[in-house]
């Protein structure tokens, strides 16, 4: 009798810690999915970004993208997984949130994701010989991230077996959310990136936004943002104190033409924010003007500097072009300067980190342009061209 009683007070002792146990995890299950299922407390509010706004309703979000080349707008809907849509935004593309399996197709996209901590949502990329980032070429060389080329539409194959959730474009002028009907068709998202068409480094930036959507991580979004804006902002007013406004020029011909910054353009802003002197300043393009050299060496020939040029990596690389190019001040006065101090291969990062960090750039600028107020700071993006 003895035993038996010890052996149900055994029994009974396994069985509540089986359904302590058991229920602990269904509690935690629970809350993870109502987590999923709804929106949190924090929401983010965009600041400097043009190209996009963001909506938060009771149990969905909203992002709408203004299109910059004809104004128009397209909205997607951030659709909590488990929970229904609403039959006013029928119609609209739906993301369910959080995303799992993203296509990223710029090396600025995956940098804002991995600075999230969500590298493992990246499924996939066009090309490892592009990208910067060692921890994503791994991936790739593994398997854990396809590479889906840049013929999007020609591959939608792979795309659609992917099990991608969203797949992020570089939107431009012909190409948007809409250009791939196969992949559409297929029920997957499509999300066109304009960035590249904000007006200034900030807005750029603040597309780290648009992922913390995405990912349900505005919390971590926001902090890295204010974070980025609050250095870029003490630079800016660091530069107020210079002295001088040297002249600068940027690019290089391709094919004979030279493409220099428009005068609304997130480099003329930066060269505005640095105080130098640029000749395009009263320009009110966002995108590139086209000049041949001669134009260029009209209001650019006493530049003090000229930077970008290319994948230039020597003054007598640069004299071998075209030896008109020894003819500029900047190239007899040493100084030139070119972005590509990051380079993996063929991948420069100054596209990826740079682009979520302008707080780097210029300080990068002030540096070259203004050295005596940062002594001390050594040029991340940017190297002199000798």
């Not at 890295?224 to 600068?248: D, G, R």
């Amino acid at each position: 009798m003895q035993l038996n009683k010890s052996l149900y007070t055994i029994v009974l002792s396994f069985l509540i810690l089986f359904f302590g146990c058991q229920q602990k995890e269904n509690k935690q299950t629970s809350q993870k999915e109502n987590q999923e299922q709804n929106i949190g407390s924090v929401k983010s509010e965009v600041l400097h970004a043009k190209t996009f706004k963001l909506e938060y309703k009771d149990n969905l979000k909203l992002i709408h993208f203004i299109n910059p080349f004809n104004d128009g707008q397209e909205t997607f809907v951030l659709l909590p997984k488990g929970n229904s849509l609403p039959d006013q935004y029928k119609g609209h593309q739906v993301i369910s949130i959080p995303v799992k399996n993203v296509i990223t197709t710029t090396t600025a996209q995956t940098s804002m994701m991995e600075e999230l901590g969500s590298i493992d949502a990246i499924r996939g990329y066009v090309d490892k010989t592009y990208m910067y980032s060692q921890d994503i070429i791994d991936r790739m060389e593994e398997g854990r991230i396809i590479s889906v080329g840049y013929d999007m539409e020609g591959n939608a194959e792979k795309v659609i077996l992917s099990d991608a959730d969203l797949v992020m474009v570089v939107g431009s002028s012909s190409t948007s959310s809409t250009s791939f009907p196969v992949i559409q068709k297929a029920g997957i998202p499509i999300l066109a990136n304009t960035d590249w068409q904000e007006s200034d480094l900030l807005g750029r930036a603040e597309w780290i936004k648009v992922f913390g959507a995405l990912l349900n991580k505005e919390a971590e979004a926001n902090a890295l943002f204010e974070s980025i804006t609050k250095q870029y902002n003490e630079y800016k007013h660091l530069a107020t104190q210079a002295k001088s406004s040297p002249k600068v020029i940027s690019g290089l011909p391709y094919k004979g033409l030279w493409s220099v910054p428009g005068g609304a353009s997130y480099l003329a802003k930066a060269f505005h924010d640095v105080h130098v002197d640029y000749p395009w300043f009263d320009n009110d393009q966002k995108g590139s003007l086209q000049f041949d050299l001669e134009g260029v060496y009209a209001k650019g020939k006493d530049a003090k500097y000229w930077i970008n040029v290319g994948m230039v990596n020597s003054l007598e690389e640069l004299k071998g072009i075209d030896k008109r190019y020894a003819e500029f001040d900047a190239f007899t006065n040493g100084g030139i300067y070119n972005n590509n101090n990051k380079m993996n291969k063929a991948a420069n990062d100054y596209w990826g980190t740079g682009i979520l960090h302008p707080e780097i750039i210029l300080a990068d600028l002030i540096k070259i342009f203004h050295p005596e107020l940062l002594p001390d700071h050594e040029l991340y993006f940017f190297q002199k061209i000798n």
